[in-house]
């Protein structure tokens, strides 16, 4: 099993950049398939981003493609996403999760290992 640890989530103003960080113990973070969720304030969580064991293949949300970028360093068992130009729409609890490829990766139910997540609010 793996266990994940977010960090990064702050309070920050509209068009800043920001970079969340999902960090892997136990087994190795190459293991697994890895993706970004995120839920708003009273809203159901929203696939954000996913990437692919070896970093082949990523794919990203709409509401997010070409600001965000997700990337790992299976060396250091650490997940990225990078956030730029930043919306108030973009405010949310981020969530890192791992698990074994599925076509349906844009849905959390099909995610079996998730982090605790990271509070991301930006400003207008």
């Known amino acids: 099993q793996v266990h994940l640890v977010e960090s990064g989530g702050r309070l920050v103003q509209a068009g800043e950049s920001l970079r969340l960080s999902c960090i892997a113990s136990g087994r190795a973070l190459s293991y697994y398939e890895m993706a970004w969720f995120r839920q708003p304030p009273g809203k159901e969580r929203e696939f954000v981003a996913r990437i692919s064991r070896l970093d082949t293949r990523t794919d990203y949300a709409d509401s997010v493609k070409g600001r965000f970028t997700i990337s790992r360093d299976n060396a250091e068992n650490t997940l990225y996403l990078q956030m730029n130009s930043l919306k108030p729409e973009d405010t949310a609890v981020y969530s890192c999760?791992?698990?074994?490829?599925?076509?349906?990766?844009?849905?959390?139910?099909?995610?079996?290992?998730w982090g605790q997540g990271t509070q991301v609010t930006v400003s207008s």
């Open positions: 999760a791992a698990d074994s490829y599925r076509s349906t990766y844009y849905q959390p139910g099909s995610w079996n290992y």
